[in-house]
């Protein structure tokens, strides 16, 4: 069998080289594993143009932003290869069908890709199907000569790599589009230590010095923490990750700096109480500030990652944002919200201050992102705010501190 794996082009990522796609090449893994007599190559659209039709099966991986341009490739391949059968996974596939209908596929995959996906394959199942969560997680990434070959991403000027450890999250923020993890997200899998030391080894075989890892439980397992920090130390790596706020104490971020942390992203979201509150964050300013001041006694760089527009945003909770960010002179990273199918505010948008067109945002959700002409875009409002002022308030804090877009490190190296 021939299987092509296609990642859609994703329009406004800063530098797609930086960013492998990841779940896809566990896909392959699947396919490697299980049948190593099929022949499966990746096609990433940032890279490569899609010039050869003549496959059995095309595997596309997409969320929110990829939708309307994945409806373009489906057509081409069906035009080129009317025969195909063409699969659909990735963190929006759980709510294609629901807020889209069709996108001309055969068959919508939910779901991490297991072993169950191979029978699906064969049997060329139709429509929906849904994995299932298994406690194990995955299979280590056999590719990874491949993806350092293609993907050159460099950090704290070492060649870096992305990597994920876990998967699943046990918090409900209500933002969250938890895509493929849906309800059993609260299932944490992590990667097993031998398949760690395995894929380690292969990372650092590859000259790669620096781990950007994308979990979104580091600090949550004592004992698992224990285990990647100690896989990391033992290779000599230098990693960044993200962590939540009430995590980063004053012994767990000395314990990620002795084991060659050079920084952390901590999603604060919002230095309102209010609207953390709202939001279900599950944490307070005060847990914010003690992490900030944390990270600073340690020495460790940090980086907030803010969202402007938020449910409840009004002129002042954006000063309070911005009151903190001058206070602590905080390097950041400030988006805009633009709420998409997978959360609770999605769901439920009545419950919340907020309001949106779904059909808008279905429509341009590639817009809401980042445009190509470098302008942000705004598809909500608050009972305090307009798109418009949601707009200024965001592009005030950039105005305001345009040094603090960049990161710790860099403020220092020019300085
Ligand atoms: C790393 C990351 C990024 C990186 C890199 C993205 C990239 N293209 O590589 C950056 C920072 C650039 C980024 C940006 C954005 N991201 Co992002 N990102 C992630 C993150 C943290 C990890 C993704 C990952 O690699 N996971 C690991 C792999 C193994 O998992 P996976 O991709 O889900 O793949 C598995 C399954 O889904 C399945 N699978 C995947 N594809 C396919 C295809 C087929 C055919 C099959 C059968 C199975 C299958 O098998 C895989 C292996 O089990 C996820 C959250 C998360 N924890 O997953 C969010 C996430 C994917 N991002 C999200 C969003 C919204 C965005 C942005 C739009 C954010 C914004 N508003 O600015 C942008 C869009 C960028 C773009 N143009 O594509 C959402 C997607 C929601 C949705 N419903 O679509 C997520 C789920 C976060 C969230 N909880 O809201 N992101
Ligand atoms: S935003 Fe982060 S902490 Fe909140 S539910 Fe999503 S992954 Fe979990």
Redesign the pocket.
């Known amino acids: 069998m021939k299987v092509l794996?296609i990642a859609p082009v994703?329009?406004?990522?800063s530098n797609p080289k930086a960013?492998?796609?990841?779940?896809?090449y566990?896909?392959m893994a699947i396919l490697n594993r299980y049948r190593p007599n099929w022949e499966v190559k990746i096609c990433d659209m940032n890279h490569d143009k899609l010039l050869d039709y003549q496959y059995d099966v095309f595997?596309?991986?997409i969320?929110?932003?990829?939708v309307l341009i994945t409806k373009e490739i489906i057509k081409y391949i069906r035009r080129n290869n009317p025969h195909a059968y063409i699969?659909?996974?990735?963190?929006?596939?759980p709510?294609l069908l629901n807020e889209y209908g069709s996108l001309g596929e055969d068959l919508i995959?939910s779901?991490?890709?297991t072993k169950e996906?191979i029978s699906v394959l064969e049997k060329r199942t139709r429509r929906f199907y849904c994995a299932t969560i298994k406690p194990q997680l995955?299979l280590g990434l056999p590719q990874i000569e491949e993806i350092v070959l293609k993907y050159n991403s460099y950090d704290q000027g070492a060649k870096s790599f992305?990597y994920?450890y876990s998967?699943g999250c046990p918090f409900n923020c209500s933002f969250?589009?938890?895509?493929?993890l849906r309800h059993e997200s609260k299932i944490i899998r992590y990667t097993s230590e031998m398949i760690l030391e395995d894929d380690f080894l292969r990372i650092y075989n590859n000259s790669i010095k620096h781990i950007r890892l994308?979990d979104?439980n580091i600090g949550l397992n004592k004992l698992k923490d224990q285990i990647l920090l100690n896989k990391i130390s033992r290779f000599n790596f230098t990693f960044d990750c993200q962590i939540r706020s009430e995590y980063a104490t004053i012994e767990f971020i000395n314990k990620l700096k002795k084991h060659g942390c050079t920084g952390v992203r901590i999603g604060f979201e919002s230095f309102s109480d209010q609207i953390l509150k709202i939001i279900d964050k599950n944490t307070s300013t005060e847990n914010h500030i003690k992490a900030i001041l944390n990270c600073r006694t340690i020495g460790l760089p940090v980086r907030g990652l803010f969202i402007i527009g938020l449910p409840g945003e009004t002129q002042e909770t954006i000063n309070e944002t911005m009151n903190v960010i001058e206070k602590y002179n905080l390097s950041f990273t400030a988006?805009i919200y633009?709420p998409?199918?997978?959360s609770s505010i999605w769901d439920n948008p009545t419950a919340y201050d907020i309001k949106f067109c779904k059909n808008e945002i279905l429509q341009n959700a590639?817009k809401?992102?980042?445009s190509k002409s470098g302008n942000y875009n705004c598809f909500v409002e608050t009972s305090k705010m307009s798109r418009a002022d949601i707009l200024k308030g965001h592009q005030m804090i950039y105005d305001l501190f345009p040094e603090l877009t960049k990161s710790e490190g860099e403020r220092k190296r020019y300085n």
């Not at 994703?10 to 990522?13: F, H, P």
């Not at 960013?19 to 896809?24: E, K, N």
């Not at 969320?63 to 990829?66: D, E």
């Not at 969250?176 to 493929?180: E, F, I, L, Q």
């Open positions: 794996i994703a329009d406004g990522m960013y492998p796609p990841m779940g896809l566990y896909v595997l596309i991986g969320n929110i932003v990829q699969i659909l996974g990735g963190a929006m596939a709510y995959y779901g991490e890709a996906l995955r992305s994920i998967r969250c589009s938890k895509g493929v994308w979104d988006s633009c998409y199918p997978g590639e809401a992102y980042y």
